[in-house]
C-alpha cells in the first residue's frame, strides 16, 4: 500500500525482524507478562514525543484491507485507506477513536450505513494523542479503552465503508498467543473481567458454545458529534481516486 508505519519490537527479537521491515523501533523492555499493553502505551508517547495530534495502532494480524460500496469488499492498495478516515475525523472536535469494522462483521447482503457512532473500536485504530485515558489490564483492553472515552462524553466511530480482515484470535503464532490467551483457557475469565470494569455496561452471557461479554452502548446514544466551525466540506462525491481494478495474481 506504500504507507509508511513503524513496526514496534521488544529488543530481544529485533533481529528476527530487521532483514524483513524497516523503521523498526526497539521497545526499551522485554518480556513483562502484560501482553500488549506496554507496547500500546509505549507507541502512544512516542506519538506525542514527535508532535502528532493522532497515531494509528494496528494489530499484527491483519491480513487486508477493504472498501465496502455497493456489496462488494475488494481489496484496497492505496493509502487512500486510512486517508478517508483521517478526514472524516477531522471534521470533528470530539472524536477520540475511530476504526474500520471487520470485514466478518459486514456482509455483502447486509444494509449498514457508511459507519457506527459510539461503538466499541477494534484492531486497527486511530487515537486522538491528548485524551487522558491510556491502555490497561490485559484482556478486552481495545473494549475498555473504547468504553472509558464514552463515559467521559467522547464519541468514537466505527467504519463500516472501509474494513480489516482479521486472523481469528489463537490461529496464529504471537506474544499475546503465549503471554495472554494460553495463561487461561477460562474464556469467562476474559469476559468477566471487563464486567468488573464496567458492571454497568457489562453482562457474561454463554453464546455459541463459549463466554463471551455483551455490551450495553445505548447509554452513549446522547454523545453527539461536534464539527469543527471552520470546517469546509464539499458538495457530491469524493472517491479519492479509488478505482476498481482487476488485479492477476
Request: charged share 25%; glycine share 4%.
Amino acid at each position: 500500500m506504500n504507507v509508511e508505519f513503524y513496526l514496534v519490537v521488544e529488543s530481544c527479537e529485533y533481529e528476527l525482524y530487521k532483514n524483513v521491515a524497516k523503521n523498526i523501533l526497539q521497545l526499551p523492555f522485554n518480556n513483562l507478562g502484560q501482553g500488549s499493553i506496554p507496547a500500546r502505551n509505549w507507541c502512544w508517547e512516542h506519538s506525542i514525543s514527535s508532535g502528532h495530534e493522532r497515531h494509528w495502532i494496528l494489530d499484527d494480524n491483519i491480513e487486508g484491507f477493504h472498501r465496502l460500496n455497493r456489496n462488494e469488499k475488494p481489496k484496497v492498495l492505496s493509502p487512500v485507506f486510512f486517508i478517508c478516515m483521517e478526514d472524516f475525523v477531522d471534521r470533528y472536535e470530539n472524536i477520540a477513536l475511530a476504526a474500520p469494522n471487520y470485514y466478518s462483521l459486514c456482509k455483502r447482503t447486509d444494509s449498514v450505513p457508511a459507519f457506527n457512532k459510539n461503538t466499541r473500536t477494534y484492531s486497527c485504530i486511530l487515537i486522538k494523542n491528548d485524551i487522558p485515558d491510556r491502555w490497561r489490564d490485559r484482556y478486552n483492553e481495545d473494549t475498555d479503552l473504547s468504553l472509558r472515552v464514552l463515559k467521559r462524553g467522547w464519541c468514537t466511530i466505527l467504519f463500516n465503508a472501509f474494513l480489516i480482515g482479521k486472523v481469528t484470535t489463537m490461529r496464529m503464532k504471537g506474544g499475546n498467543t503465549c503471554n495472554v490467551y494460553n495463561t487461561t483457557d477460562n474464556r469467562k475469565e476474559f469476559a468477566q473481567s471487563l464486567k468488573n470494569q464496567h458492571p454497568d455496561v457489562v453482562e457474561v452471557k454463554w453464546k455459541f458454545n463459549r463466554w463471551h461479554h455483551q455490551v450495553d452502548y445505548r447509554a452513549f446514544k446522547k454523545n453527539k458529534l461536534i464539527k469543527k466551525q471552520d470546517i469546509q466540506i464539499q458538495s457530491g462525491i469524493n472517491n479519492y481516486g479509488l478505482i476498481l481494478k482487476t488485479i492477476k495474481s
